[in-house]
């Protein structure tokens, strides 16, 4: 696994990282997301050894992170691009060489790649002859051609439409089974809650939420519950069940549907038998803040923090 | 293999592949062939000098200035016209080279005073001192012997070899081809280093390998072709030369092209490091003409003073310019193909270009790691500096 220990960047006067610490696990994906300007590029960037930080630490698989072990990671910058006038195949193979893979390997991890990704027919083209959309999966091919240890990608999914976030989807899902930790950026938060298993939110160069997506969801608050009692009429049937109360009676949509807030010592079968209760009940589940609520949750400043900022 | 021989690799055969190059290659030995024809056609006559003779009077000129061709350096032959007129077309059509018209007068097409003008003056004289002679009796044993006295022997103080032309020839297409490719594949390095980050690769590159490894191995790709491109002229040069027969070539030729290619590979390499920085400094191809102009204008005045050495390879400037790192793989190839340069003086000025190469390569592998993935507008060569590795 990849592990980043309070790491420290400065541009000038500009504090791009400040004590920030990341770790990325085997076998699951990450998603790495925060405002502009938070740290995601650099810290992505210091991880492939383009950048050098000011202090701190990146480990791989609990050694110091060094060149012959970076030259196993397969990177997709921000800043797509490649060579515009080299044949897409010779492209594949030079970059999966400089990797350090041999001539033979090189060569056929790029044909099977081309062949995953539908571009057998173009492999002899310049890639400034392809559209868009396929220099992007080229893009994506230049990063895996090595069949790499660690993927590291800054915002993958920009720019792509629905059938490429498919494509690129199935792709990273297929490398993470196969065992490689990936971490990608995004700003497509609903994406990243789909996709993803775990996932680290950055701000002002540090990370202010990370972990497991189901657990930062449920983290820190009491569970919700949303119920739907068919010709129920407000929350009356609530009245007295210990440690529930509702906070919200047409959230859902008007027709009988109740948000319940509960403390831990509440019982949830008890909230159930009560609804049933007083009617058919049509819905019942827990509910939890978006990965987008969460986001905002934890990125923007409390009102008070402003004020005194 | 490694990340240096795969960056040259790549470098040599995506470069071949281009068209610019094919074109800029055919043209250059299209421009070899055709000088080498021209001067074929141009200069097999200039051995024979051909003199026209009108009238009884001339014919007498005819024995005398055949003679005078080995004082002249070419043979004379002389040829009977019926009058003036034909006398003045030959001339004027280049078949003659000059005419003798009734013993009075002399025809020549643009200069009045070369040498083959004063030989005719000097048979004039020859004709009107043996008359005069005759005619106050003197005996014709000791008139020959007055006429024609054995010469003087000519002893040169400072003997130029024969084949001084050819050497100044061939100095000056060498001179011409280091420069031609030490600024175009200079430029070609600095291009593919602003190629490089205004395509957005370079970050993809530099995850996989170092920055020195990627400055270096586009320098010796990018060298090595520029080797075999001008290893090919000099080699279409030569085998034109020897096939159409046109003059000698030195005797040291094998020597002397061995020294023009490693002079190229020092001065490549010096000048590749210094396009490299350049090339550093910017992140669009619009900004790079500003910064690689200064570089251009420098080498230019380099290629100039060189030249210029053709003619003067013992002046003080020459001289000098032979020591100076960004001017000596110009100039004292020159001097070496031109003049008489001690051994020494060769060692110690290749050593001092090897040496600013060496320091140069130090400083722009620094500059260019420090300067990668910077993109944006053109940065100060003291900003470069600053910017850390």
Known sequence: ?309 | MSARWLVARRELIERARSRALRVATLLQLGLIVAVLVISALTGGDEDTKTVGLVGSASQAYAQPLRASGPALGVTVRVRTLDDRAAAARGVDDGDLDAAVVDGREVLVEHDRTDTLTAAIQGVQRQLALRGALERAGVPPQQLAQALDPSALSVRALDPQPADQDSRSGLAIVAVLLLYIAIITYGMAVAGGIVEEKSSRVIEVVLSAIRPRELLFGKIAGLGALALCQFALTIGVGVAGALALNIADLPSVTGGAAALVVAWFLAGFLLYACLYSIAGALVSRSEDLQSVAGPLNLVAVACYLVAFFGVTSPDSTLTTVASFVPLSAPMAMPVRWLVGDVPAWQLAVSFALTLLSAAALVRLSAAIYAGTALRLGPRLSLRRALAVRG
């Open chain 1, 1 to 309: 696994m990849l592990r980043c220990r309070d790491l420290h960047l400065r541009y000038g006067s500009v504090v791009a990282l400040d004590g920030l610490s990341l770790d990325v696990e085997a076998g699951r994906m990450t998603g790495f997301v925060g405002p502009n300007g938070a740290g995601k590029t650099s810290t992505m960037r210091i991880v492939l050894g383009v950048l050098g930080a000011d202090a701190g630490e990146v480990t791989w698989n609990d050694a110091p992170l060094d060149a012959d072990a970076r030259r196993r990671f397969g990177y997709m910058p921000e800043e797509r691009g490649l060579y515009p006038k080299m044949r897409v195949r010779d492209q594949l193979v030079y970059l999966a060489r400089l990797h350090g893979l041999s001539a033979a390997d090189a060569q056929t991890g790029s044909d099977e790649l081309l062949e995953r990704l539908g571009l057998t027919d173009r492999a002899r083209d310049e890639l400034e002859t392809l559209s868009l959309g396929n220099q992007q999966r080229v893009q994506l091919a230049a990063a895996l051609v090595h069949r790499p240890e660690l993927l590291v990608l800054d915002e993958p999914f920009s720019g792509l439409d629905p059938i490429g976030v498919d494509v690129l989807s199935g792709v990273l899902r297929a490398e993470v089974e196969r065992g490689v930790p990936v971490l990608f950026s995004s700003h497509q938060l609903e994406l990243v809650e789909r996709l993803c298993d775990a996932v680290a939110i950055v701000k002002d160069g540090r990370i202010v939420a990370a972990g497991d997506v189901e657990e930062l969801r449920r983290r820190g608050r009491g569970r919700t519950l949303r119920v739907t009692v068919e010709s129920g009429d407000g929350a009356g049937w609530l009245d007295g069940v210990d440690g529930a109360r509702s906070i919200d009676t047409d959230g859902g949509g008007g027709n009988g549907s109740v948000l319940v807030a509960l403390d831990e010592h509440a019982d949830v079968q008890a909230v159930l038998d009560r609804a049933r209760a007083a009617g058919p009940v049509t819905h019942f589940s827990e509910v939890l803040p978006t990965l987008s609520e969460l986001f905002r949750e934890v990125v923007q400043p409390e009102p008070a923090e402003e004020a005194i900022a």
